[in-house]
């Protein structure tokens, strides 16, 4: 193992790479997720943000954006879904995640098969997904 000297960026990758790595089998332990979120450094400190969720049924992660959408959804025209139903943006399948109260133009959340997040305002949503 290297001793560093002062922090930089391709040793920042490495290190959440091995914190990602201590953190799952803490993760696992507790029946939790918890991800390395940004990270700020400079010289001889750096500040990486955690983030800590539990887990609900079905495994899915319960976040302040998915508890908002249960209060929420009566704005939209999809009060039937629920956080975790497949929806579709475009044509293209998506899961929805959430809503974040503070996105005004883009409030709904959602994630492709592969986990990469998206948002889109509640008329997107109405387009292809209302009853």
Same mark, same amino acid.
């Given at each position: %193992? ?13 290190? /959440?790479?091995?914190?990602d790595?201590?953190?799952? /089998? ?6 939790? *997720? ?5 990270? =700020?450094? =400079? ?19 319960? *976040?302040?954006?998915?508890? %908002? ?5 009566s /704005? ?15 044509? *293209? ?20 098969? /592969? ?5 889109? =305002?509640? %008329? %997107?949503?109405?387009?292809?997904? =209302?009853?």
């Amino acid at each position: %193992m290297k001793k560093i000297e002062s922090f930089n960026k391709p040793q920042i990758v490495q290190l /959440r790479n091995e914190i990602d790595k201590a953190l799952d /089998r803490v993760a696992k332990e507790y029946g939790i *997720t918890i991800s390395a979120g940004n990270c =700020s450094f =400079s010289g001889n400190e750096a500040n990486f943000k955690l983030k800590l969720n539990t887990i609900g049924e079905g495994g899915t992660v319960i *976040t302040r954006e998915s508890q %908002m959408w249960d209060l929420y959804k009566s /704005r939209t025209n999809c009060s039937h879904l629920n956080v975790g139903d497949k929806i579709t943006i475009q044509g *293209t399948p998506y899961t929805l995640t959430g809503y974040n109260t503070r996105a005004k133009k883009a409030p709904i959340q959602f994630k492709d098969s /592969r986990g990469n997040g998206y948002k889109c =305002s509640i %008329m %997107m949503l109405n387009l292809e997904n =209302s009853k």
